[in-house]
């Protein structure tokens, strides 16, 4: 087995903008640094990419660091189930589980769906992301994509209120649903909270930080609060109960495929509703995503919609949404 771990980089369009997360400045990103793993056995080369993200302490360097280590078992054949107990939920993990699958996919022949047991997926319609700016800027974005049937809005510092009426002003018939990126207050939230149904969005994305999110059980939830930085897989669960009525499954917080269908396994069990997100990402990261995206609440898996650049053979994105991908991307 050869294992090559590849330091990729995709140009945004512009730049994209979230919450800095209480008193820090806003976070600009102008680039998407990917890791691409590739895994060859037998001729044959399986692809996976992760996104490391800094709110979990990872980095390009770090995740490298954890798939060296792993690659002694890698080696010696560890398989996905295998892979849960041998690394962390993460990035890398991510990376190495979705580069086994789509080599398990080439290798047999099978698409990823069949090898899972799953029906074959449909297009998913997916939220188009507005990064937060001045209202003026967001009114002018909202404007733009107002065509667009869904929109998440980024949101997570003062002035709140008056970027989401201008996003309603400049899209007054999209759906809408907002992520605050843990940069609210639980005053905010109650204050947001009590306005937010008047201007019709559909659900509100991690308002708190994780570590202060206790603040929430008990709360009146008018509308549903889905948990991100909240939950990265099963092991999350029990401590969302009363804090939360959707969660957020994305990729690199699961640690791959393998996990993130058994995390919506056990979440629609325990009540909650799913959406299916993930990190700024090439269409290689997303397309695994789009198969736990089946039947989801809410799909926000609009990156390569976002880049500049992308990889070839990338998704297909029409008024029907995101398409499964081609053999030649991945699975």
């Known amino acids: 087995m050869k294992i090559a771990i590849v330091e990729d980089s995709f140009a945004i369009a512009g730049s994209f903008v979230i919450s800095g997360r209480g008193d820090a400045k806003p976070w600009v990103r102008t680039e998407a640094a990917v890791l691409t793993v590739h895994i060859e056995r037998d001729g044959i080369t399986g692809r996976g990419e992760c996104t490391p993200y800094p709110r979990y302490n990872e980095t390009l360097e770090s995740s490298t660091a954890e798939i060296r280590a792993i690659e002694p078992k890698l080696q010696a054949g560890i398989t996905r189930q295998d892979l849960l107990s041998a690394m962390r939920a993460g990035a890398a993990r991510n990376a190495v589980d979705c580069a086994l699958w789509d080599w ?165 069990t325990a009540g909650y509703g799913v959406m299916v997100g993930c990190m700024m990402g090439s269409s290689l990261a997303i397309a695994p995503a789009q198969i736990v995206a089946q039947g989801a609440s809410v799909v926000d898996l609009d990156p390569p919609l976002l880049l500049a650049e992308d990889r070839e053979a990338p998704l297909t994105f029409d008024e029907a949404g995101v398409h499964p991908p081609s053999r030649a991307l991945w699975g």
């Open 104 to 268: 398990e996919a080439k290798a047999t022949g099978k698409r990823v769906w069949d090898l899972a047991g799953l029906p074959a997926p449909e297009p998913v319609l997916t939220a188009f992301t507005l990064s937060l700016g001045s209202p003026e800027d967001m009114q002018q974005a909202a404007s733009e994509n107002a065509h667009r049937p869904l929109l998440k809005i980024k949101l997570g510092g003062e002035g709140d209120i008056e970027r989401l009426r201008a996003v309603r002003a400049g899209a007054p018939h999209a759906r809408i649903v907002i992520d605050a990126n843990e940069g609210w207050t639980i005053d905010t939230y109650r204050e947001m909270a009590a306005l937010l149904p008047g201007l019709g969005v559909e659900m509100v994305e991690q308002p708190l930080p994780a570590a202060n999110d206790c603040d929430l059980a008990g709360t009146d939830r008018p509308l549903p609060v889905c948990a991100d930085e909240s939950c990265h897989d099963r092991a999350s669960l029990p401590g969302l109960t009363g804090r939360y009525d959707m969660i957020n499954i994305k990729l690199d917080k699961t640690g791959g495929l393998t996990e993130a269908l058994a995390l919506r396994a056990a979440a629609e």
